[in-house]
């Protein structure tokens, strides 16, 4: 399963730090992401890495987030800088895994974390 932490209040221009851990029984963990959803709004990628660290980010955050991974702690973070009142929502992490070697690969998700940035 995934767990996330590190949501909160900030003021606009402010930071946050979010986390999220993967346990259990692993093998690997392929590609790791950030997703958003605002009130009102569908669900959005905001930051996605792979095994080897490629990273992939929304265009209205490039700059101000930054994705990365421990794979020796099957964790990724999601540094926050910079914080604008419309980066506000509920992040969720989420994590392909593959349990075994030759198993298949699950997509799993952790619950989310609000951020809230006021201005």
């Known amino acids: 399963q995934l767990q996330a932490s590190g949501g909160g209040l900030v003021q606009a221009g402010g930071s946050l730090r979010l986390s999220c851990a993967a346990s259990g029984t692993i093998f690997s963990i392929n590609v790791m992401g950030w997703y958003r959803q605002a009130p009102g709004k569908q669900r959005e990628l905001v930051a996605s890495?792979?095994?080897?660290?490629?990273?992939n980010y929304l265009a209205s955050v490039k700059g101000r987030l930054t994705i990365s991974r421990d794979d020796a702690k099957n964790t990724v973070y999601l540094q926050m800088n910079s914080l604008k009142f419309e980066d506000t929502a509920v992040y969720y992490c989420n994590a392909d895994v593959r349990l075994n070697p030759l198993g298949p690969i699950f997509r799993y998700w952790g619950r989310g974390t609000q951020v809230t940035v006021s201005s």
């Open positions: 890495i792979t095994s080897d660290n490629s990273t």
